[in-house]
């Protein structure tokens, strides 16, 4: 079946400018999740959506970025007015009850 | 505060040789525990899963792992490693299904 789709897998911009990174996650599960993995780094855990509960924002590192997830399905990160810090590769997964997750295989920013 | 330790950050391993990957916890009840592995590009693949019961755990890419709570500990086995396992491994876990805390990850290097 298909897994959780990223897009786009590698996303050049420019400091300033705002990106939307785009995640399709497998079809029925209730949790998604977004983390953040730079260069040689672990993953930082960004934002937690579970079904229909408010989301949990707690790792979002400042209010230029925000996620909406619509209808319970598709998912969109936002990162405004970029900065170079932000370089990394975005990372989504989702999972059926909130435990077992899913990866996709990231997008890639590169901020000039 | 509740967290995941990975002591290592890079491993060298001969192929064919034993390999293991550490991994320490802390939280107060039983806790969710999982090895994750990720190949370069790639999004992370779930290697196994501990909830509850027998504390020794088979996973995918004969895989293996020993939940020890007198030692706070969850670390990976293989016995024999070969050159595809070279990857970075991450260990996650979390106290309640939801939000899972991931350790920083090991590299792990295999050499002819």
């Known amino acids: 079946g298909a897994g959780v789709s990223q897009s786009p897998s590698n996303k050049v911009t420019e400091k300033g400018k705002d990106v939307e990174l785009r995640c399709d996650p497998i079809?029925?599960?209730?949790?998604l999740y977004w983390y953040r993995q730079s260069l040689g780094q672990g993953l930082e855990f960004l934002i937690y959506?579970?079904?229909?509960?408010?989301?949990?924002k707690s790792g979002l590192p400042s209010d230029r970025f925000s996620a909406e997830r619509t209808g319970g399905s598709v998912s969109t990160l936002t990162i405004q007015r970029t900065q170079q810090e932000d370089s990394a590769v975005y990372l989504c997964?989702?999972?059926?009850?909130?435990?077992?997750?899913?990866f996709g295989a990231g997008t890639r920013l590169s901020v000039l | 505060a509740q967290s995941v330790t990975q002591p290592d950050i890079h491993i060298t391993v001969s192929e064919g040789a034993s390999l293991e990957l550490r991994c320490n916890y802390s939280?107060?009840?039983?806790?969710?525990l999982f090895w994750y592995v990720q190949s370069p590009g790639q999004g992370l693949q779930l290697l196994l899963k501990?909830?509850?019961?027998?504390?020794l755990v088979q996973g995918i890419k004969g895989f293996e792992a020993e939940f020890k709570r007198s030692q706070s500990s969850f670390n990976l086995r293989k016995p024999s490693v070969h050159w595809s396992d070279a990857a970075e491994y991450f260990c996650?876990?979390?106290?309640?299904?939801?939000?899972?805390?991931f350790g920083a990850g090991t590299q792990v290097v295999v050499t002819p």
């Open positions: 959506f579970q079904g229909n509960s408010a989301p949990d």
């Open positions: 997964a989702s999972s059926p009850e909130g435990n077992i997750q899913y």
């Open positions: 996650a876990g979390g106290g309640s299904w939801g939000k899972f805390q």
């Open positions: 079809s029925g599960h209730t949790a």
């Open positions: 501990y909830f509850s019961g027998d504390t």
């Open positions: 939280y107060g009840a039983t806790p969710y």
